[in-house]
Structure formats: C-alpha cells, structure tokens
C-alpha cells in the first residue's frame, strides 16, 4: 500500500523532479518505509512505500525488462502469484516477487484487458514509451483513490487532492456543485470533487492519455441478474468464496491483523482470519467513554472468541473535536458526520502496536442488505400500498427505537418516510435521506445559493442511471444507489482509506472481493433480507464459525457523539474561531446569521436532533477544508531525491541505493 | 376567535422562529402550514417542540395526542392547548 503521484507534459521536453518530489512530500503519510521517482521525457512519476509484499525488492517506480514500461501503484493485487506463473508460462522474465512486477507483464501480455484479471484493490499508473501513452486504472468498486487534473494539455494524477495541489500547477477552486452533492449524498460523485479543476478517476474504469487527450472507459459494471431462487449449493459456495477471498487477504510479508466493531462482519472476518494467520492475530477496537455508544463487551467477546491479542482505544468526550482538523484534513472534502474520526483513532492504535495491514469488514452491508435503509424501503413500499392503514406505520418504530426519544415524536416521524416521494422516482429507496441530508442547505449564504442556480443534483443522478437499473428490483436498485453514491465516496474514502492511510495502515476488504459481489447480486434479495432480518443467509452460514449469540446479533447503527464533543467544557479554540462570523463570511458558504443561531442552540445543549447536528458537522469540517485547501497556499516541501531509493530517468535506473 | 387560542399560537409561532427557523429568516409559517411538511420541526423537533408546549401551557401530553392532528400546524396545536387547558368548550 502506498502512495502515488505523476505528470505528463503534451509537448514533453523532459519532467522536472521537483514537482514530484513536492507532490510525494505531500502524501508521506501513506508511504513511510520508502520513495522513488521516475523522469521522463514526456511523463514523471513518484511513488511513496509501504512495504508489505516484497520488502527488499518491491521499490517502485518499476520497469519491465527493457525499460519501456514504467509502473507506479498502490494497492494489493491479491492473486499475483497465479497471475506470475500464466505470465511465466508465456514467457515473461521477473527480477523481483512483487505483485508490482505482476502489472507491468501484465499490461504487456494483455493492454487494459488485465484489470479483468486482477482480484485486487489498487490505483496504478503505467508509462508505455514505445508509444507515448499513460494508462491509470482504478479496482471495481473504488477501494484504493486516484485522482487526476488536466491543463493546457499537461495531465496530472496522485492518490490525494493535496499532492496535486502541491505539484504548484493546479488550481484549488471550489466546485459548488461538488459541494451540494457532499450536502445531499455525504460525499462528492466522482468524478466530482471538492475542487473544479480535480477529478476522481471513477471505479471499475481506466483512463488512456495520449498527445495531451485523456480517454476514459469503464471495463466493470454493478449488475444484479434478480434470481428467484436461492441456489441449491448457495451456503457452500458462499462457504468457499468467504474462506478463499480470507486466504488471498492474508497474503502478505508483513503480519495481517483485523478490526473488530463487535457486529457480524468483522466477527467474521476477524475468525476467519485467526484460522488463516501463522501468527497469534492482532485485532483492534474504539471504544467510547459515552455508555450509549459503547460496544466493547461485543468486541472483548469476539477477541476472547478468536484468541487474538486485542487492543482497544478509549475515545474521551474531547477525541473527536481534537482530532478533527487533522480528520478533514486527510479526508480532503467537507464531512456531514464525524464517524471518521473514531477511524482515525483507531489506524493509529493499530501503527502504534507495530501492524500495518487490517482485515476490515466493510462492504457486508452493501453486499447482504444490511442497513436499516434496505428495511426502511421495503416498510415504506409496504405502508404506501395501504395509505390509510394505522397499523403498518407503526413498523417504523420498530425499524429506529433509538431514534424516537421514548416514542415522543408520534406519527409526524412516521409521515417524513411515508412523504419522501413515490415509489415510481428511481431514488425512492435514497429520498428520506437526501432530504434530511439537504436541510443542511438551509444555512447556505445567499451568494454561495446563487452559484447553484440551475445546479440539481438529484436530476444529475436520475439522469445517470444506467438503463439496466430500471429492470431491476427496489431493494436492488437501492443497493446500487448505496454502492455508487455511498461505499466508495464516503466510507471507503473518508472512513476508509483516508483515515488508515494517514498513518500508513492498508485496510483490506473480504467482502470487496468482485467474486463475491457477484454471488451476492446473482442471490433472490429474500436470501439477503427476509422481513425485517437483515443479512439472511450470511447469518445463516456464520452459525458454522461463530457462537450463535454473535451471529444472530442485530445490526448497530456505527454512530459517534458530535455536537457534545465541540462545545463541552475542554472545546479546542479553534472550533469558535472557525465559526466566528469573520471566518464564515471569508469563507462565503454559510449565512453567518444562520451559523450564529446553530451556535447558539449547540452552546446552549438545545441543538439534540439529527439535522442539527449534521449542520454543526458540514459547517465546521467545510470551514476547516476551506481553510486547509483553498485559503492555504499548498505546501512546498520536498522529499529528498538523492535520499531516494529509486531514481530512475528515461526508465533507466542510475542511483539505486 | 378565542383570545387564548391567539395568544398560544403566537408564543408556538415565536418558539418555532427562535428554535427551529434562525436560519429561514425569511419564512413565512402560515397558521395552518403543516410543520413537518414545510420542514420546519423533525421527529427529533416534535419531542422539544412536546416539551415546551407542556412547560410553557402547564399540561400533559399522553403519547397517543402526539399526533399529526393535534400538534400539525400553529392553528391545531393552539386548539389542542386550549382544549387541554379546558379554555374552550369542546
């Protein structure tokens, strides 16, 4: 895992090391074991490492055996060994045991037809010099970032917004539109970001540079065939491919450990895991001080399950509001909820015990209909065939116990579902939450409000459907809505893989292996979700490896406390010189009047309700990413190149220390 | 128009625009505007919006009156208030 950063001149005339080594100074962060760069005539890269597979000879930039295939990348190709023999067997000579090694044959033996080879997690570019072309793929379902600029011709890429930045060459404007989709989804749509003139490389898609023109062209497609019966051997196969998709995750030179919520998932994986590992495992948990966010009896409890030696790390009423400058800075986009900074906490507590690579297990939810809001649609679809039924609203009740303060709000909480929109919108699984999302935009200023004139992120979305989403069914087409606009923005970006990397911690991602997606989508949605039980038939399997207790465990819903942490008592003072009324206008976003009033409420312990809260949260990290990226000039501290461990020119290495 | 019904429904009017409307200065909440329609309280709302009436107006609310008809808009929530007060005949 590591970073990676790079520039290509339309008119050539050899690259300058200096604005790589700025650009891979900015994200160190994600390769402490080690740099290189590579200068050409027309493309320049650098590559920060950590060292996981290959630790004496995996330094990259790489080449191939005549030097006219450049590589720098980031990730895991998990299935780089068989990948090695079929190459090998075609005639392709390795120096090195790298999977690094692996995409440069690869890309020669078979162009962008490898990516549909690699079972991986990875974000790599690949310079061809015999004809000047720049080849940068993204994996399936957007686990690893790449993000790329263009100017005048001149292409640039890098793993993070800030190197970019900090190659001096482009811009930071703000992109208003980007921004009301991070107030409506949670996060920007790729390829928009925060900034206008940076654009993330979308998943399951490869971009061709050539003579200054970039083509793009996705090579995987979500797909969800609608079975309607579960098949005979389906416990088994999900068996084999839950074990096989743990073994290609253990692969490593370096000891893998594990992350442990306490729920199912990474129960799961956690014992898997201990199964597979020649070591006693490592698994680690926060923990919050706040009793209703507490789950360490659960995690205590799988940790004592698996045998693992687990570390937990408490967060006080103060972590999140003291770690927050530090979170929107490695996220790089404004955050609606502070979920990734108990993350950020955590991948330090994991570096601290020595490990750098964690099993995790995201993507359960997405994969096997998890989440409440898969419960939520099929309630809502329910109520809405009998509109004036009493009874069926009711179920709602049973769906958010913890949202209804002891039954106090009545039916008014059961009308915002039943009002959110018809069954017929193709977002109908989504609305209830982007119209609680938008009530952020409430507080926008009237300038910020006019630069969205005839901006309408939902229409942008509607209109980007494939035609295939329109056959499928409900629950369906919410879990591609959740995959598309949730699971890689958001968590696998800002509580993913922004908050391990910024302390050189890869995360890798069972439920992320592509075969397994594709069992999951090719299932009847009632071996997912039967009633109101989530994650059926992976509960149903579980009972072979876990104690039942653990595999029947209801969902939790991840929450963090936030209001509380930024006005208690010990508040940093950076949170009130972020919100004064000269800060808010400076930056042009937010009504200071309106702010004021949200500070108001929060000072004074009213501001307890959701939409509030997020309020404080968009307003604050927006505040701050303002501050960082686009008020802030960018950084122009350097790597030293003579220090590197590979310097290579024109794919020819002369220092190699 | 009953006098107490008016006054009700100004000081909930005057709550709401405090609490729940500081950023909408501009909104105009009509008498009969249905509150969670027009996104001026949440369920999270409705539970402090309870629990000012009941402080402010000396009453008690059973969880069954906590419903859209009682406490929908300004004009149902002042009748509700005036009801339980036993300020009007019903």
Known sequence: MCGIAGIARRLGGGIAVEPLARMAAAIRHRGPDGYGFYTGSHVGFAHVRL???????????????????????????????????????????????????????????????????????????????????????????????????????????????????????VSAAIDPAALDEVFTFWAARPPRTG?????????????????????????????????????????????????TGIDLRMRADVPVG???????????????????????????????????????????????????AHAVASMGHNAIAESFPDVVWHAETPLIRTAAAPMFHLARLTKSHGIKVVLTGEGADELFLGYDLFKEVAVRRFCLRRPDSLSRPRLFDRLYPYLTEGGRAGDFWRRFFLDAGPPSDPLFSHLPRFHLTSWIKEFYSPQFSASLTGVDVLSEVRQSLPTRFFGWSPLNQAAFLEMTLLLSPYLLSSQGDRMAMAHGIEGRFPFLDHRLFEF?????????????????????????????????????????????????????????????????????IWSSAAVDGL????RSGRATGFRENQALVAVLSTQLWHQQFVERSPSSRMLDVAAADVVLQDAVPVAVS | MHTHE?????????????????????????????????????????????????????????????????????????????????????
């Open chain 1, 258 to 308: 594990a992350y442990l919520s306490g729920g199912l998932d990474s129960s799961i994986t956690a014992t898997l895991a201990a199964a597979a590992s020649p070591h006693q495992l490592r698994s680690f948990s926060i923990t919050f001080e706040d009793p209703r966010f507490d789950e360490s009896e659960f995690q205590r409890g799988v940790a004592q399950n698996v045998g693992s």
């Open chain 1, 520 to 588: 999951s989508a090719a299932l009847p949605t009632g071996s997912r979700l039967r009633g109101l039980k989530e994650k059926e038939i992976l509960r149903r399997w579980a009972r072979r490896i876990l104690p039942t207790k653990v595999a029947a465990r209801a969902k939790q819903p991840y929450r963090a406390p936030d209001v509380p942490s930024f006005f208690g008592t010990n508040a940093p003072d950076y949170i009130a010189d972020a919100l004064s009324a000269d800060a808010i206008r400076k930056t042009g």
């Open chain 1, 51 to 169: 060292s996981i597979v290959d630790l004496a000879g995996g330094a990259q930039p790489l080449t191939n055996e005549d030097g006219q295939v450049v590589v720098t990348y980031n990730g895991e190709v998990y299935n780089h060994p068989e990948l090695r023999r079929e190459l090998e067997s075609r005639g392709h000579v390795f120096r090195t045991r790298s999977d690094t090694e692996v995409l440069v044959h690869a890309y020669e033996e078979w162009g962008a037809d490898m990516l549909r080879r690699l079972n991986g997690q990875f974000a790599f570019a690949i310079y061809d010099a015999t004809n000047q072309t720049l080849f940068i793929a993204r994996d399936r379902f957007g686990v690893r970032p790449l993000f790329y600029a263009q100017r005048g011709g001149d292409f640039y890429f890098a793993s993070e917004l800030k190197a970019l930045l900090a190659s001096g060459e």
């Open chain 2, 6 to 90: 008016t006054q009700v429904r100004e000081r909930v009017r005057r709550y709401l625009e405090e609490n729940f409307l500081y950023m909408r200065p501009n909104f105009v909440l009509g008498d009969e505007d249905r509150l969670l329609e027009r996104g001026v309280v949440d369920s999270m709302g409705v539970a402090e919006m309870v629990t000012f009436i009941e402080d402010e107006f000396g009453i008690k609310t059973s969880d069954e009156e906590i419903s859209e008809a009682n406490l929908g808009s300004l004009r149902s929530i002042a009748r509700f208030v005036c009801e339980k007060r036993g300020m009007i005949a019903a």
């Open chain 1, 599 to 602: 500070v108001r409420r929060c």
């Open chain 1, 195 to 243: 900034l206008k003139d940076v654009q993330a490389l979308e998943p399951g898609t490869y971009g061709v540079w050539r003579n200054g023109r970039l083509r793009l062209q996705r090579y995987y497609e979500l797909d969800f065939p609608e079975a309607t019966e579960e098949p005979r051997d389906a416990i088994e196969r999900l068996d084999e491919l839950m074990r």
